[in-house]
Protein backbone atom coordinates (compact mmCIF):
# COMPACT_ATOMS: atom_id res chain seq x y z
CA UNK A 1 0.00 0.00 0.00
CA UNK A 2 2.86 2.66 0.85
CA UNK A 3 4.79 2.09 -1.79
CA UNK A 4 1.27 2.70 -3.93
CA UNK A 5 1.23 5.82 -2.92
CA UNK A 6 4.81 6.57 -3.50
CA UNK A 7 4.45 5.33 -6.88
CA UNK A 8 1.31 7.54 -7.49
CA UNK A 9 2.68 10.97 -5.64
CA UNK A 10 6.14 10.72 -8.11
CA UNK A 11 3.58 10.12 -10.93
CA UNK A 12 1.89 13.72 -10.03
CA UNK A 13 5.14 15.38 -9.58
CA UNK A 14 6.38 14.27 -13.34
CA UNK A 15 2.81 15.64 -14.99
CA UNK A 16 3.20 19.07 -13.64
CA UNK A 17 7.11 19.99 -14.10
CA UNK A 18 5.83 18.49 -17.76
CA UNK A 19 3.21 21.06 -18.09
CA UNK A 20 5.38 23.93 -16.68
CA UNK A 21 7.83 23.46 -19.11
CA UNK A 22 5.52 23.46 -22.31
CA UNK A 23 3.93 26.60 -20.66
CA UNK A 24 7.08 28.67 -20.73
CA UNK A 25 7.73 27.59 -24.64
CA UNK A 26 4.84 28.98 -25.24
CA UNK A 27 5.49 32.11 -23.63
CA UNK A 28 8.70 32.65 -25.44
CA UNK A 29 7.60 31.81 -28.82
CA UNK A 30 5.02 34.50 -28.14
CA UNK A 31 7.72 37.37 -27.03
CA UNK A 32 9.82 36.45 -30.26
CA UNK A 33 6.55 37.00 -32.45
CA UNK A 34 6.07 40.15 -30.32
CA UNK A 35 9.97 41.41 -31.20
CA UNK A 36 9.34 40.42 -34.87
CA UNK A 37 6.06 42.36 -34.99
CA UNK A 38 7.40 45.37 -33.47
CA UNK A 39 10.65 45.44 -35.63
CA UNK A 40 8.55 45.37 -38.90
CA UNK A 41 6.64 48.35 -37.55
CA UNK A 42 9.28 50.57 -37.44
CA UNK A 43 10.84 49.36 -39.97
CA UNK A 44 7.57 50.66 -42.21
CA UNK A 45 7.37 53.76 -40.11
CA UNK A 46 11.33 54.57 -41.01
CA UNK A 47 10.16 54.25 -44.69
CA UNK A 48 6.94 56.28 -44.69
CA UNK A 49 9.43 59.18 -43.07
CA UNK A 50 12.40 58.72 -46.00
CA UNK A 51 9.58 58.85 -48.65
CA UNK A 52 8.25 62.15 -46.95
CA UNK A 53 11.27 63.93 -47.09
CA UNK A 54 11.92 63.09 -50.12
CA UNK A 55 8.84 64.58 -51.33
CA UNK A 56 9.24 67.21 -49.07
CA UNK A 57 12.37 68.13 -50.97
CA UNK A 58 11.14 67.78 -54.66
CA UNK A 59 8.56 70.86 -53.79
CA UNK A 60 11.00 72.46 -52.57
CA UNK A 61 13.29 72.39 -55.56
CA UNK A 62 10.36 72.95 -57.64
CA UNK A 63 9.38 76.27 -55.43
CA UNK A 64 12.43 77.49 -56.09
CA UNK A 65 12.71 77.11 -59.34
CA UNK A 66 9.56 79.11 -59.90
CA UNK A 67 10.17 81.91 -57.83
CA UNK A 68 13.36 82.18 -59.55
CA UNK A 69 10.99 82.57 -62.50
CA UNK A 70 8.91 85.16 -61.14
CA UNK A 71 11.17 87.14 -58.82
CA UNK A 72 8.94 90.73 -59.88
CA UNK A 73 5.72 89.13 -57.77
CA UNK A 74 7.61 88.50 -54.59
CA UNK A 75 7.00 91.81 -52.97
CA UNK A 76 3.40 91.90 -54.06
CA UNK A 77 2.89 88.25 -52.77
CA UNK A 78 4.75 89.19 -49.62
CA UNK A 79 2.31 92.48 -48.50
CA UNK A 80 -0.72 90.30 -49.49
CA UNK A 81 0.20 87.83 -46.82
CA UNK A 82 0.94 90.67 -44.40
CA UNK A 83 -2.33 92.05 -44.88
CA UNK A 84 -4.23 88.61 -44.25
CA UNK A 85 -2.12 87.80 -41.21
CA UNK A 86 -3.25 91.54 -39.91
CA UNK A 87 -7.09 90.69 -41.18
CA UNK A 88 -7.04 87.66 -38.95
CA UNK A 89 -5.14 88.92 -36.22
CA UNK A 90 -8.18 92.07 -35.85
CA UNK A 91 -11.05 89.32 -36.33
CA UNK A 92 -9.56 87.18 -33.25
CA UNK A 93 -9.13 90.56 -31.02
CA UNK A 94 -12.84 91.65 -31.94
CA UNK A 95 -13.77 88.05 -31.02
CA UNK A 96 -12.11 88.05 -27.90
CA UNK A 97 -13.70 91.83 -27.29
CA UNK A 98 -17.05 90.67 -27.78
CA UNK A 99 -16.64 87.43 -25.84
CA UNK A 100 -15.07 89.84 -22.71
CA UNK A 101 -18.33 91.91 -22.98
CA UNK A 102 -20.38 89.11 -23.11
CA UNK A 103 -18.98 87.87 -19.92
CA UNK A 104 -19.12 91.19 -18.66
CA UNK A 105 -23.08 91.42 -19.49
CA UNK A 106 -24.06 88.27 -18.05
CA UNK A 107 -22.16 89.01 -14.75
CA UNK A 108 -23.20 92.42 -14.55
CA UNK A 109 -27.30 91.98 -15.92
CA UNK A 110 -29.05 89.55 -13.62
CA UNK A 111 -31.22 87.29 -15.11
CA UNK A 112 -34.82 88.16 -14.38
CA UNK A 113 -37.78 86.12 -14.34
CA UNK A 114 -40.66 88.25 -15.24
CA UNK A 115 -43.65 85.29 -15.44
CA UNK A 116 -44.18 85.73 -18.69
CA UNK A 117 -46.25 82.13 -18.64
CA UNK A 118 -48.02 83.50 -15.69
CA UNK A 119 -48.79 86.50 -17.32
CA UNK A 120 -49.85 84.50 -21.04
CA UNK A 121 -52.21 82.71 -18.80
CA UNK A 122 -53.93 85.96 -17.12
CA UNK A 123 -54.34 87.15 -20.44
CA UNK A 124 -56.84 84.35 -21.19
CA UNK A 125 -59.10 84.35 -17.65
CA UNK A 126 -62.17 86.14 -16.87
CA UNK A 127 -62.70 86.77 -12.90
CA UNK A 128 -66.74 85.81 -12.04
CA UNK A 129 -67.76 87.46 -8.71
CA UNK A 130 -71.26 86.54 -6.93
CA UNK A 131 -71.11 83.01 -8.27
CA UNK A 132 -73.91 80.58 -6.24
CA UNK A 133 -72.09 78.52 -3.84
CA UNK A 134 -73.86 75.40 -5.01
CA UNK A 135 -71.87 74.81 -8.03
CA UNK A 136 -69.84 73.36 -5.49
CA UNK A 137 -71.88 70.98 -4.01
CA UNK A 138 -73.99 70.17 -6.64
CA UNK A 139 -72.71 68.47 -10.10
CA UNK A 140 -75.60 69.44 -12.53
CA UNK A 141 -75.14 72.85 -11.74
CA UNK A 142 -71.35 73.13 -12.14
CA UNK A 143 -71.98 71.27 -15.89
CA UNK A 144 -74.51 73.83 -16.54
CA UNK A 145 -71.80 76.38 -15.58
CA UNK A 146 -69.37 75.04 -17.25
CA UNK A 147 -71.66 74.97 -20.65
CA UNK A 148 -73.01 78.27 -20.53
CA UNK A 149 -69.52 79.76 -20.68
CA UNK A 150 -68.50 77.23 -23.02
CA UNK A 151 -70.79 77.59 -25.62
CA UNK A 152 -70.23 80.51 -28.28
CA UNK A 153 -73.02 83.67 -28.46
CA UNK A 154 -74.34 84.89 -30.99
CA UNK A 155 -76.29 88.54 -31.17
CA UNK A 156 -77.94 87.71 -34.36
CA UNK A 157 -79.35 84.40 -35.15
CA UNK A 158 -80.18 84.70 -38.02
CA UNK A 159 -76.29 85.52 -38.69
CA UNK A 160 -74.95 82.98 -41.79
CA UNK A 161 -71.18 82.14 -40.49
CA UNK A 162 -69.19 79.69 -42.63
CA UNK A 163 -68.27 76.20 -40.82
CA UNK A 164 -64.11 77.73 -40.53
CA UNK A 165 -65.40 80.88 -38.46
CA UNK A 166 -67.88 78.00 -36.29
CA UNK A 167 -64.52 76.10 -35.81
CA UNK A 168 -62.34 78.94 -34.68
CA UNK A 169 -64.96 80.40 -32.69
CA UNK A 170 -65.97 76.85 -30.60
CA UNK A 171 -62.16 76.83 -29.93
CA UNK A 172 -62.13 80.32 -28.64
CA UNK A 173 -64.73 79.26 -26.19
CA UNK A 174 -63.01 76.14 -24.87
CA UNK A 175 -62.25 76.13 -20.98
CA UNK A 176 -59.18 75.11 -19.81
CA UNK A 177 -59.78 75.17 -16.38
CA UNK A 178 -61.77 76.63 -13.50
CA UNK A 179 -60.22 77.69 -10.28
CA UNK A 180 -62.67 78.47 -7.00
CA UNK A 181 -61.91 81.28 -4.21
CA UNK A 182 -63.11 83.67 -1.96
CA UNK A 183 -64.77 80.45 -0.30
CA UNK A 184 -65.82 80.70 3.42
CA UNK A 185 -65.53 77.58 5.72
CA UNK A 186 -67.96 77.12 9.22
CA UNK A 187 -64.70 75.29 10.47
CA UNK A 188 -61.16 76.39 11.49
CA UNK A 189 -59.42 73.62 9.38
CA UNK A 190 -56.63 73.59 6.62
CA UNK A 191 -58.25 75.45 3.34
CA UNK A 192 -57.35 72.00 1.38
CA UNK A 193 -59.24 69.30 4.02
CA UNK A 194 -62.02 71.79 4.41
CA UNK A 195 -62.92 72.06 0.59
CA UNK A 196 -62.06 67.95 0.06
CA UNK A 197 -65.12 67.59 3.07
CA UNK A 198 -67.37 70.61 1.46
CA UNK A 199 -67.91 72.09 5.03
CA UNK A 200 -68.74 75.69 3.95
CA UNK A 201 -70.54 78.25 6.15
CA UNK A 202 -74.25 78.63 5.38
CA UNK A 203 -74.32 82.00 6.15
CA UNK A 204 -72.85 82.57 3.09
CA UNK A 205 -74.01 81.79 -0.60
CA UNK A 206 -71.63 82.63 -2.98
CA UNK A 207 -68.15 82.57 -4.34
CA UNK A 208 -65.83 84.30 -7.01
CA UNK A 209 -64.08 82.27 -9.67
CA UNK A 210 -61.38 82.71 -12.06
CA UNK A 211 -62.55 81.15 -15.25
CA UNK A 212 -59.44 79.90 -17.97
CA UNK A 213 -59.93 79.26 -21.56
CA UNK A 214 -57.58 77.62 -23.62
CA UNK A 215 -57.11 79.88 -26.43
CA UNK A 216 -56.39 83.79 -26.27
CA UNK A 217 -58.81 85.94 -28.49
CA UNK A 218 -59.74 89.86 -27.49
CA UNK A 219 -62.95 89.99 -29.04
CA UNK A 220 -64.31 87.08 -27.56
CA UNK A 221 -63.12 87.73 -24.08
CA UNK A 222 -64.59 91.28 -24.33
CA UNK A 223 -67.68 89.74 -25.21
CA UNK A 224 -68.65 87.10 -22.56
CA UNK A 225 -67.67 90.13 -20.35
CA UNK A 226 -70.17 92.54 -21.95
CA UNK A 227 -72.71 89.83 -21.97
CA UNK A 228 -72.45 87.77 -18.84
CA UNK A 229 -71.95 91.38 -16.64
CA UNK A 230 -75.40 91.18 -14.30
CA UNK A 231 -76.75 87.76 -16.04
CA UNK A 232 -78.55 85.91 -13.68
CA UNK A 233 -77.58 82.12 -13.00
CA UNK A 234 -79.47 80.39 -10.50
CA UNK A 235 -80.94 83.88 -8.71
CA UNK A 236 -77.47 85.49 -8.36
CA UNK A 237 -76.51 88.75 -10.31
CA UNK A 238 -72.99 87.55 -11.60
CA UNK A 239 -70.24 90.20 -12.14
CA UNK A 240 -67.53 89.45 -14.58
CA UNK A 241 -64.21 91.56 -15.53
CA UNK A 242 -60.78 91.01 -16.95
CA UNK A 243 -57.91 89.87 -15.34
CA UNK A 244 -55.22 91.65 -17.35
CA UNK A 245 -57.52 94.92 -18.32
CA UNK A 246 -60.23 95.59 -15.22
CA UNK A 247 -62.36 98.02 -15.42
CA UNK A 248 -61.85 101.12 -13.54
CA UNK A 249 -64.45 102.30 -11.24
CA UNK A 250 -66.44 105.07 -11.99
CA UNK A 251 -67.14 107.75 -9.26
CA UNK A 252 -69.55 109.48 -10.96
CA UNK A 253 -71.66 106.46 -11.38
CA UNK A 254 -71.16 104.83 -8.46
CA UNK A 255 -72.36 104.62 -4.58
CA UNK A 256 -70.80 104.08 -1.69
CA UNK A 257 -73.06 102.32 1.25
CA UNK A 258 -72.01 101.82 4.66
CA UNK A 259 -73.58 100.70 7.96
CA UNK A 260 -73.46 96.95 6.23
CA UNK A 261 -74.20 94.13 8.36
CA UNK A 262 -70.95 91.93 8.66
CA UNK A 263 -73.44 88.83 6.99
CA UNK A 264 -75.09 90.48 4.71
CA UNK A 265 -75.28 89.47 0.89
CA UNK A 266 -74.90 91.01 -2.38
CA UNK A 267 -78.61 90.22 -3.60
CA UNK A 268 -79.69 91.60 -0.84
CA UNK A 269 -78.19 94.52 -1.83
CA UNK A 270 -78.90 94.26 -5.27
CA UNK A 271 -82.95 94.06 -4.58
CA UNK A 272 -82.49 96.63 -2.59
CA UNK A 273 -81.41 98.98 -4.82
CA UNK A 274 -83.52 98.13 -7.51
CA UNK A 275 -86.30 99.46 -5.60
CA UNK A 276 -85.00 102.96 -7.95
CA UNK A 277 -85.73 101.36 -11.44
CA UNK A 278 -88.75 103.71 -12.86
CA UNK A 279 -89.66 101.48 -16.41
CA UNK A 280 -90.16 97.77 -14.60
CA UNK A 281 -87.54 95.06 -13.75
CA UNK A 282 -86.32 95.17 -17.25
CA UNK A 283 -84.92 98.12 -16.72
CA UNK A 284 -80.68 98.38 -16.61
CA UNK A 285 -80.12 99.82 -13.33
CA UNK A 286 -77.15 98.17 -11.55
CA UNK A 287 -73.78 97.50 -13.57
CA UNK A 288 -72.51 95.17 -10.20
CA UNK A 289 -72.66 95.51 -6.61
CA UNK A 290 -69.45 94.77 -4.58
CA UNK A 291 -69.38 93.92 -0.73
CA UNK A 292 -66.19 94.44 0.23
CA UNK A 293 -64.43 91.29 2.42
CA UNK A 294 -61.97 90.36 4.52
CA UNK A 295 -59.55 87.94 2.73
CA UNK A 296 -59.31 84.89 5.31
CA UNK A 297 -62.39 85.13 7.17
CA UNK A 298 -64.58 86.15 3.89
CA UNK A 299 -66.83 88.19 6.66
CA UNK A 300 -67.56 91.18 5.46
CA UNK A 301 -66.32 94.50 6.54
CA UNK A 302 -69.46 96.92 6.78
CA UNK A 303 -69.27 98.54 3.43
CA UNK A 304 -69.90 97.93 0.31
CA UNK A 305 -70.16 99.95 -3.70
CA UNK A 306 -72.78 99.97 -5.95
CA UNK A 307 -72.31 101.02 -9.72
CA UNK A 308 -74.82 102.22 -11.80
CA UNK A 309 -75.26 102.10 -16.15
CA UNK A 310 -76.21 105.84 -15.58
CA UNK A 311 -75.19 108.71 -13.08
CA UNK A 312 -78.54 109.75 -12.68
CA UNK A 313 -79.15 107.06 -10.45
CA UNK A 314 -76.81 108.34 -7.88
CA UNK A 315 -78.70 111.89 -6.66
CA UNK A 316 -81.81 109.25 -6.50
CA UNK A 317 -80.01 106.89 -4.52
CA UNK A 318 -78.57 109.22 -2.06
CA UNK A 319 -81.97 111.19 -1.69
CA UNK A 320 -84.63 107.70 -1.77
CA UNK A 321 -82.30 105.74 0.28
CA UNK A 322 -80.04 106.97 2.31
CA UNK A 323 -81.03 106.65 5.77
CA UNK A 324 -82.95 104.10 5.30
CA UNK A 325 -83.47 99.65 6.23
CA UNK A 326 -83.30 97.45 3.70
CA UNK A 327 -86.03 95.89 3.13
CA UNK A 328 -84.73 92.13 2.97
CA UNK A 329 -82.05 91.70 4.93
CA UNK A 330 -79.79 88.48 6.73
CA UNK A 331 -80.46 89.15 9.97
CA UNK A 332 -83.73 90.28 11.49
CA UNK A 333 -83.27 93.59 12.51
CA UNK A 334 -82.48 95.69 9.41
CA UNK A 335 -79.64 98.69 9.66
CA UNK A 336 -80.42 101.72 8.57
CA UNK A 337 -77.63 102.71 5.55
CA UNK A 338 -75.74 105.13 4.88
CA UNK A 339 -75.36 106.34 0.92
CA UNK A 340 -73.29 108.86 -0.41
CA UNK A 341 -71.09 109.84 -3.25
CA UNK A 342 -67.53 108.00 -4.11
CA UNK A 343 -64.83 109.95 -3.25
CA UNK A 344 -61.99 109.82 -5.56
CA UNK A 345 -58.90 107.37 -4.61
CA UNK A 346 -55.29 108.30 -5.67
CA UNK A 347 -53.21 105.10 -6.06
CA UNK A 348 -49.60 105.93 -5.60
CA UNK A 349 -47.35 105.67 -8.21
CA UNK A 350 -44.39 102.62 -7.94
CA UNK A 351 -40.54 103.77 -8.93
CA UNK A 352 -38.25 100.96 -9.88
CA UNK A 353 -35.16 100.78 -7.99
CA UNK A 354 -32.30 99.01 -8.80
CA UNK A 355 -31.70 96.38 -11.15
CA UNK A 356 -35.10 97.30 -12.64
CA UNK A 357 -34.02 100.99 -13.59
CA UNK A 358 -31.59 98.58 -16.06
CA UNK A 359 -34.74 97.01 -17.79
CA UNK A 360 -36.45 97.87 -21.22
CA UNK A 361 -39.68 99.61 -22.11
CA UNK A 362 -41.23 95.84 -23.09
CA UNK A 363 -39.49 94.38 -19.70
CA UNK A 364 -41.01 97.41 -17.66
CA UNK A 365 -44.29 97.10 -18.92
CA UNK A 366 -44.22 93.47 -18.08
CA UNK A 367 -43.29 93.80 -14.87
CA UNK A 368 -46.29 96.43 -14.01
CA UNK A 369 -48.51 94.34 -15.29
CA UNK A 370 -46.98 91.60 -13.16
CA UNK A 371 -47.08 93.48 -9.88
CA UNK A 372 -50.97 94.28 -10.21
CA UNK A 373 -52.20 90.80 -12.34
CA UNK A 374 -50.35 88.32 -10.42
CA UNK A 375 -50.96 86.35 -7.18
CA UNK A 376 -48.53 86.85 -4.00
CA UNK A 377 -46.38 84.02 -4.74
CA UNK A 378 -45.34 85.03 -8.37
CA UNK A 379 -44.78 88.82 -6.79
CA UNK A 380 -42.61 87.29 -4.20
CA UNK A 381 -40.34 85.44 -7.42
CA UNK A 382 -39.96 88.68 -9.17
CA UNK A 383 -38.93 90.55 -6.00
CA UNK A 384 -36.73 88.25 -5.42
CA UNK A 385 -35.21 88.10 -8.96
CA UNK A 386 -35.02 92.02 -8.72
CA UNK A 387 -33.50 92.20 -4.79
CA UNK A 388 -30.60 94.38 -4.86
CA UNK A 389 -27.06 93.05 -3.20
CA UNK A 390 -26.41 94.85 0.15
CA UNK A 391 -30.08 96.16 0.92
CA UNK A 392 -30.86 93.09 3.18
CA UNK A 393 -27.34 94.05 5.17
CA UNK A 394 -27.91 97.53 5.39
CA UNK A 395 -31.63 96.94 7.20
CA UNK A 396 -29.12 93.98 9.68
CA UNK A 397 -27.06 96.95 10.20
CA UNK A 398 -29.89 99.39 10.76
CA UNK A 399 -31.94 96.59 13.49
CA UNK A 400 -28.54 95.78 15.52
CA UNK A 401 -28.21 99.87 15.95
CA UNK A 402 -31.69 99.61 17.42
CA UNK A 403 -33.81 101.29 14.40
CA UNK A 404 -37.23 99.10 13.72
CA UNK A 405 -37.84 98.42 10.00
CA UNK A 406 -41.38 98.46 9.34
CA UNK A 407 -42.34 95.51 7.84
CA UNK A 408 -45.96 96.67 5.70
CA UNK A 409 -44.20 98.69 3.35
CA UNK A 410 -42.76 96.88 0.24
CA UNK A 411 -38.77 97.14 0.18
CA UNK A 412 -38.31 99.69 -2.28
CA UNK A 413 -40.13 102.34 -0.14
CA UNK A 414 -39.31 101.10 3.52
CA UNK A 415 -39.08 103.84 6.04
CA UNK A 416 -36.81 103.83 9.48
CA UNK A 417 -38.33 104.53 12.59
CA UNK A 418 -35.46 106.11 15.22
CA UNK A 419 -34.79 104.76 18.39
CA UNK A 420 -36.62 106.47 21.22
CA UNK A 421 -34.35 109.03 23.29
CA UNK A 422 -34.27 108.48 27.15
CA UNK A 423 -33.66 112.29 28.10
CA UNK A 424 -36.60 113.61 25.73
CA UNK A 425 -39.98 114.71 27.25
CA UNK A 426 -41.37 111.25 26.15
CA UNK A 427 -39.59 109.62 28.59
CA UNK A 428 -39.21 112.49 31.57
CA UNK A 429 -43.22 112.69 31.96
CA UNK A 430 -43.42 108.31 31.77
CA UNK A 431 -40.57 108.32 35.00
CA UNK A 432 -42.66 111.05 36.56
CA UNK A 433 -45.95 108.86 35.66
CA UNK A 434 -44.84 105.71 37.15
CA UNK A 435 -43.19 107.78 40.21
CA UNK A 436 -47.12 108.78 41.12
CA UNK A 437 -48.08 105.39 40.69
CA UNK A 438 -45.53 103.69 43.17
CA UNK A 439 -46.14 106.61 45.84
Known amino acids: MLQSLFNANNNNKTSDSIKNKLLNKRLSDQKEKIKELNELKNA ?3 TTQLNSRKDKKNKQLQNSHFNEDDDAGLEARYQQKLEADNLVENDNEMDIEEDATNIVNDVVKPKIDLREEELEKAAKTIFIGNLPQSVLTDKKIHKQFLTLFSTPIK ?3 HEVVSEEAEKEEI ?3 KVKS ?16 AFKQLKLDPKRDSINCYLVYQNFDRKTISKIIKH ?3 FVFQGHHLRLDSVTNPAKQDTTRSVFVGNLDFEELEENLYQHFKQLATTGSDEKLIEYVRIIRDSKTQMGKGFAYVQFYDSSYVNKAIELLNGKKMAKSINKKARELRVTRCKKTFTPVTKHNGSAANLND ?3 SKLGRAQKVLGKMDKKLIRESLTIEGERATQDKQKQKGFKVSKM ?10 PRSKEGRSAKR ?3 HKNKETK
Request: with cysteine.
Open 44 to 46: TEE
Open 155 to 157: ENE
Open 171 to 173: KNY
Open 178 to 193: CRFRSIAFSEPLPKAV
Open 228 to 230: FNG
Open 362 to 364: KQK
Open 409 to 418: LTKSTQKVKK
Open 430 to 432: STE
